[in-house]
């Protein structure tokens, strides 16, 4: 039913464009619904919300001729109005209200590209009531719709809208120059991405729930696995535990994230289960709130593996940088950290910095403070079990262990010559 | 493999000389402690970069890696060895612990007391038994344990992904590598007090010799 009302507003809209002059004007013959519309809707309408704040309710003629949509017309959206429910006279709440109700309206003629937006992380945010997150009209606008090619080039719109210091750093990245640059890198046209090429346009996940991001490098850079391999050892280990931008973001701050996981399902632990939040239960554990320590860290692991079912939790640990700017600021290859250095030794900058991660229902990571300490101590070899950095994580304990068995190894000859020589002494005076 | 002696008493006159090393056992250890020096060097400045820099963290795996190969390789040849030489009985356990032990604490006494006063030594030497209890004991616990621990430790941080099962059976990288470094550190502790009783023997250079020449110095 609403998809032949769509089709008839559609053939409608094609007709009257078809006899309509091009120009969008108040004047337009009385036969056109649009022209009906804008006859009121291109003046400075206002409407008053329920929560105080005031709806404009003018639409740009011109703009929305100029859009995709001009081909549905007014009524392909606002359905509603044809049949005699005009919204002038219905209550609205809020304007965040009215483009959630919209945002349904889209899915009508987009049913695939909702889909995708609806397992979002941004759609995530929306369920979880977050009125920042975006709806469809907030990257698309609700009456300038245009086609995907208007969007590709450097702008950053729509994403830069919202993420405008990430759209900068990216800007200035080996892919932003490069694609501001003619899509020139290393003297070769090669496409360097936009923002949708590595998040997707719709079905954008949360960058640190998964491995997808780091996937989604190698499609690009597809022997990169094998160049890394020719050099660096356990390569494959490395590009497990280390976020592509740890290295290829070289001026980034870095940090280890050890996210609660769950070895048994091989999902990461979610923050809600039959026995509370973990957040409440971290806040029991620290209840000084001064940061987990390895004691704290080792409770929360065996605490998880004890909820009910058998599960076994633990911590997976993975460096990264440690904002989302950091990790656009992505350089030519030949600036990236080579170092081994960089991450192997004690005090390395990657390691000053630990976080325990847990994941949220729209795909994120919660994060919590932990002391950087957790990466040396002994405590942390069953807690923090697939995270270790020869040099840089090193268990503090040990070096001890290594002190008195070269104390102890020495004593031994040390010993036996001066038993010797206090024998042989008591040997003369006897 | 046979059973070397050279009896000097009854042709010339002097101590009779007991072949206690043969080719391959000493090929093996020394072989073993250049690997062995190399192993802690390396092993040193890839735990210690930011105390010292000997060589770079990348040098310093590589060469590793490849010199733990050898000794992994090294430790084969010493295996096969034994396992096809009468010597075997070198490394034989004891079955009657009480008597082992009471000749332990014997040699332990001798170590002490009994070397400085000049005392025959309690084990008598012989080509298939030629550990006394203490060393017994301890080459069997380094060569039939710590030894293949760290091969093993080290070859599956060598190749992560290849032996990951293996690492997560046992309780992930961490464990794995504070295994190994207690091996590390347990041969350190071993090897400074291993080169220490090498100089008691009849001479200082007695057990040294004896490491080169094959055969035993008079005592």
């Given at each position: 039913m609403k998809l032949s009302v769509v089709c008839i507003s559609l053939l409608v809209a094609t007709a009257c464009l078809a006899v309509a002059p091009a120009t969008f004007a108040a004047e337009a013959a009385p036969d056109n619904p649009d022209a009906k519309c804008l006859k009121c809707h291109s003046k400075k309408l206002k409407k008053a919300l329920e929560d105080g704040e005031t709806m404009i309710l003018q639409v740009a003629g011109d703009e929305f001729e100029q859009s995709v949509h001009q081909v549905i017309g007014?009524?392909?959206?606002?359905?509603?109005v044809p049949k005699g429910k005009h919204p002038s006279r219905q209550p609205i709440s809020s304007r965040r209200e009215y483009s959630l109700k919209h945002n349904e309206t889209c899915s009508q003629c987009h049913a695939a590209k909702h889909m995708d937006y609806k397992d979002s992380v941004h759609a995530n945010m929306v369920a979880a009531g977050d009125n920042a997150a975006p709806v469809c009209s907030d990257c698309h606008s609700s009456h300038s719709i245009q086609q995907r090619a208007v969007y590709e080039p450097v702008s950053g719109e729509p994403c830069s809208t919202c993420h405008q210091d990430i759209y900068d750093a990216y800007a200035q990245s080996v892919h932003g120059l490069a694609r501001a640059n003619g899509n020139v890198i290393r003297e070769k046209h090669i496409q360097a991405p936009i923002c949708a090429d590595c998040h997707h346009s719709h079905d954008i996940t949360a960058v640190s729930a998964s491995d997808y991001l780091r996937e989604t490098c190698l499609e690009c850079h597809d022997g990169a696995a094998v160049a890394h391999e020719k050099w660096l050892p356990n390569a494959g280990m490395h590009m497990k535990s280390v976020s592509c931008a740890a290295c290829h973001s070289p001026m980034a701050d870095r940090r280890v994230d050890l996210q609660l996981y769950d070895n048994l399902k091989q999902v990461p632990v979610a923050q809600q289960d039959n026995e509370g939040t973990y957040q409440a239960r971290l806040e029991e554990i620290d209840a000084a709130g001064d940061g987990l320590d390895s004691v704290e860290l080792w409770k929360l692991v065996r605490q998880g593996s004890r909820q009910g079912e058998a599960i076994d939790v633990t911590l997976r640990g993975r460096m990264e940088v440690t904002t989302g700017v950091d990790a656009h600021r992505l350089a030519p290859r030949g600036q990236a950290v080579r170092s081994c250095e960089s991450c192997h030794q004690g005090g390395a900058n990657g390691f000053e910095n630990v976080t325990v991660s847990i994941s949220m229902p729209d795909g994120r990571k919660q994060r919590f403070e932990a002391d950087k300490k957790v990466l040396n101590?002994?405590?942390?070899?069953?807690?923090?079990?697939d995270f270790y950095a020869p040099g840089g994580t090193r268990i503090r304990l040990l070096d001890g262990l290594l002190v008195l068995a070269l104390v102890g190894g020495l004593a031994v000859p040390v010993g036996h010559i001066a038993l010797g020589k206090y024998l042989r002494k008591k040997n003369r005076k006897q | 493999m046979t059973t070397t002696t050279m009896n000097y008493s009854h042709q010339h006159g002097k101590p009779e000389k007991v072949y206690l090393h043969p080719v391959p056992v000493r090929l093996w250890h020394w072989l073993n402690a250049l690997g062995f020096t190399l192993l802690i060097l390396t092993g040193l400045q890839i735990r210690y970069v930011d105390l010292f820099s000997l060589m770079s963290f990348e040098t310093a795996v590589k060469l590793h890696n490849w010199v733990g190969f050898g000794v992994i390789a090294n430790w084969f040849l010493w295996f096969i060895y034994y396992l096809f030489s009468e010597r075997v009985t070198n490394y034989h356990p004891d079955l009657d612990p009480v008597s082992f032990f009471q000749r332990y604490f014997r040699q332990a006494g001798y170590y002490s007391w009994g070397y400085f006063q000049g005392d025959q030594r309690p084990h008598k030497v012989q080509p298939?038994?030629?550990?006394?209890p203490m060393q017994k004991l301890t080459y069997q616990f380094v060569m039939f344990i710590s030894a293949p621990v760290t091969f093993l430790t080290g070859l599956m941080m060598w190749d992560v992904r290849r032996f990951q099962g293996l690492i997560e059976m046992v309780g992930g990288l961490r464990v794995v590598n504070t295994v190994h470094v207690l091996m590390f550190i347990l041969f350190v502790g071993f090897i400074i007090t291993h080169i220490y009783m090498g100089f008691l023997g009849k001479k200082p250079s007695s057990h040294y010799k004896e490491m080169v020449t094959g055969y035993e110095e008079e005592h």
């Open positions: 007014c009524t392909g959206c606002h359905r509603d101590s002994v405590v942390s070899v069953d807690s923090v079990g | 298939n038994d030629k550990f006394n």
